[in-house]
């Protein structure tokens, strides 16, 4: 949706970026409300509440929570990852992801 923005501006369409933005706000505060448990520090799926590294790229590339959160995030993964029943990166693109969204 951020490209939506930027493109309803450049296009001189305020409302529809206007719009896009109050979307983009709420679907970030449903996904922070719905996903992030703070006693594990990481956004949670599925019904047994698991934590993995694809949950935590997809909220990144989401922009859930802003660059510097993403990177505390991502972060505090590679640092509890022995401590916290993670399920890891097994698919290349993730990674992409990750590191890329956040340079």
Request: aromatic share 8%; hydrophobic share 45%; net charge neutral.
């Amino acid at each position: 949706m951020g490209y939506g923005v930027k493109l309803a501006g450049e296009m001189g369409d305020g409302e529809t970026a206007r719009r896009l933005v109050v979307s983009m706000e709420r679907l970030r505060q449903t996904a922070r409300e719905s996903f992030w448990e703070e006693e594990k520090g990481a956004f949670v799926s599925g019904s047994s509440r698991q934590v993995s590294w694809a949950t935590q790229a997809w909220m990144v590339l989401a922009d859930v929570s802003g660059r510097e959160e993403s990177w505390k995030l991502l972060l505090h993964m590679a640092e509890t990852g022995s401590e916290l029943p993670i399920i890891m990166i097994k698919v290349l693109f993730v990674c992409h992801g990750i590191i890329c969204r956040n340079l």
